[in-house]
């Protein structure tokens, strides 16, 4: 990975700016500290007043709660302009995070005292101490019970020690605040201690962030750190000015070099174009601005294609500065992306084809810089590949939203051949917290998944916290397992660690699935009596077709079933003849769900109405040819 971008003749340090990303693990409350910090300093207009986590924009990261995509904004404070960027939490979202942090000269660590670090904090905080940025602390939710802030405080100096922090980074300075309740204490233990409001988290950033050091009069330079599309501006090219000035209307060369190789600014220029408005961040508005120098966190409109990592420099090729290509870690997981071919194809959605599903996909990887899309030896099939289960089920429920219809298929981690020759899968580190009493539950589960316990501590009150090393295969689907088997109270995280030996190939479900004989509408009188055969996944009057999986058998075999039957009256009077039929409620997949619950021969259709789980093969006689010709192959 590369550092921020930095330029010779260094001459200038711009005292009237600080640039920070807050990183933090995924709800330890960064969001919320920034409503807080643009409140305090009066970004909001008067009709956002009320807006909670205003920087979860989209729907899926306010349903959610997460952060998914990076999202810059800026506030005054006592004569300075301070540049915010709210990252991503997730391991799987890592691609945001990496190129971020080239934009800012420190980062706003947040930290939960109740929970202190977790694995993610360490994802996102190796990167900014490898690109040597100054850490600021901020203890959050200290009015939580049970917390512990000076633990988290000392936890903190630890995990910045072990991955090997210089003495700069180490002497960071730290702050205990409540980001909901907006206040801070100088002693947390101190129950008489006056509150404090939370515009101390500004001055602390004046203080002690470390202001760009920049040359304005040199050409001007750019590193697009991310991008958005606008309806009326065309692409939207984000990030820091490294050196030089921009004006509106001036002409730029739009610079985008290839991985592994050496940057050439007259070979790697994809073209020239005029600035046609360049905008500046306030609150959670951007505005139009003529000019900006070396320092500065902006937005540039103009150019006909853009990518993340493509630099923005002088016209003149010998003036040029060009930024090595961005590199990210590669992906670990992934999913065949196909046409929906059912019988139900079309009715719900509003792009169906090949065509639109291709320009779709492909069209996510400008700004979407660690997802990877190919195409396949059929043609209505696309294999796309990312950082984990929520990065690829986020793009999905993405695209439903947006009125596409298409089939996926069970996930898979992308193996790689060592230099022996033998075959190496992705490992992940998991680091679990829960109630001592479920610990026993957990640790059997992740044994089966090939799990392997590298620590455990009691933290009394009742909590132990264990650190496994796991394939990352073995993490689909558990997450909703593991919150079920420690009712709700456990804590649960991962990040990436690289790649181990290949454990062989292992059947992830133990039960087999209820498949529709014939299409029709489901009827209580069917369903009633399909119930002691297994879970249903759907209730009556849905309507089904042959090779739809309504539910999952009792036993390790398929079954095929016919749910359509209705009653047959007749004239003929019985004792059992009007008995009330009672339904146990359906279970409902959720996407992750489905995705961790399908085989290699399922699908999962994707509708902006309905998630429907189906065989590959829809006609019985088909698939019971291809599962000879499978186990004949195997055998």
Not at 246 to 252: A, D, E, F, K, N
């Amino acid at each position: 990975m590369h550092g921020p971008p930095r330029v010779a003749n260094q001459t200038q340090t711009r005292e009237d700016i600080r640039n920070l990303a807050i990183i933090a693990h995924v709800d330890h409350g960064k969001t919320t500290l920034v409503d807080a910090l643009l409140g305090e300093a009066g970004a909001f207009q008067r009709a956002e007043v009320g807006v909670e986590r205003a920087l979860d924009s989209g729907d899926l990261e306010r349903e959610r709660g997460i952060t998914i995509t990076s999202k810059p904004t800026a506030l005054e404070w006592k004569d300075h302009r301070i540049n915010l960027v709210d990252t991503p939490g997730h391991a799987d979202f890592g691609g945001e995070v990496e190129r971020v942090l080239n934009m800012v000269d420190g980062v706003l660590l947040v930290v939960d005292a109740f929970e202190g670090p977790m694995p993610q904090t360490r994802f996102v905080t190796e990167k900014a101490v490898e690109l040597g940025l100054v850490v600021l602390l901020v203890v959050n939710k200290i009015d939580r019970p049970g917390c512990d802030p000076h633990g988290a405080v000392d936890a903190t100096f630890d995990l910045l020690d072990g991955l090997g922090a210089s003495d700069e980074q180490l002497d960071f300075p730290v702050i205990f605040c409540s980001a909901r309740e907006r206040y801070v204490l100088e002693e947390p233990d101190d129950d008489d201690g006056e509150q404090l409001p939370i515009s101390r988290v500004l001055d602390l950033i004046i203080e002690r962030a470390p202001p760009p050091k920049v040359s304005v009069d040199t050409p001007p330079a750019m590193w697009v750190s991310t991008l958005h599309h606008d309806n009326y501006l065309g692409y939207l090219a984000i990030g820091r000015i490294a050196s030089g000035t921009i004006t509106s209307g001036r002409r730029l060369a739009q610079i985008r070099p290839e991985i592994g190789h050496e940057p050439d600014p007259v070979r790697d220029c994809v073209e020239e174009f005029r600035v046609a408005k360049l905008l500046g961040f306030q609150g959670l508005h951007r505005f139009e601005i003529d000019e900006a120098q070396a320092g500065d966190i902006v937005a540039v409109a103009g150019m006909s294609t853009l990518q993340v990592g493509d630099t923005l420099t002088d016209t003149a090729p010998e003036k040029r500065e060009v930024f090595p290509a961005l590199a990210v870690d590669p992906p670990t997981l992934s999913v065949r992306f196909r046409v929906n071919d059912g019988p139900f194809a079309g009715r719900e959605g509003k792009w169906v084809t090949s065509r639109k599903l291709a320009e779709r996909l492909f069209r996510e990887l400008r700004s979407n810089v660690a997802l990877k899309v190919e195409n396949t030896e059929v043609a209505e099939e696309f294999e796309v590949s990312g950082r984990g289960e929520l990065h690829l089920s986020v793009l999905m429920e993405t695209m439903r939203r947006e009125g596409y219809e298409f089939c996926v298929s069970r996930p898979r981690v992308i193996l790689r051949e060592a230099e022996d020759g033998t075959l190496e899968e992705p490992y992940e580190n998991l680091a679990v917290q829960t109630d001592s009493a479920y610990a026993g539950a957990v640790i059997d589960k992740l044994g089966r998944r090939g799990g392997e316990m590298q620590a455990m501590e009691e933290l009394g009150n009742g909590r132990t916290k264990m650190a496994f090393k796991i394939p990352a295969r073995g993490l689909i689907g558990y997450r909703s397992e593991f919150m079920t088997d420690t009712r709700g109270t456990g804590i649960i995280a991962s990040t990436f660690a690289g790649y181990g030996p290949h454990l062989g190939s292992t059947r992830h479900r133990s039960r087999g699935v209820l498949i529709v004989l014939d299409a029709g509408e489901t009827m209580t009188y069917s369903l009633a009596r399909l119930q002691d055969r297994g879970v249903l996944f759907v209730g009556p009057q849905v309507p089904t077709y042959a090779g739809m999986i309504i539910g999952e058998h009792s036993r390790d075999n398929d079954l095929v079933v016919n749910p359509n039957v209705n009653k047959k009256f007749t004239n003929v009077r019985s004792a059992g003849a009007d008995e009330k039929l009672f339904l146990t409620p359906p279970r409902t997949l959720s996407l992750e769900d489905a995705l961790a619950f399908i085989e290699d021969d399922e699908l999962i259709e994707v509708t902006p109405e309905s998630l429907r789980l189906r065989k590959r093969w829809l006609d019985h006689n088909v698939r019971k040819r291809m599962e000879k010709a499978a186990a004949a192959a195997t055998g």
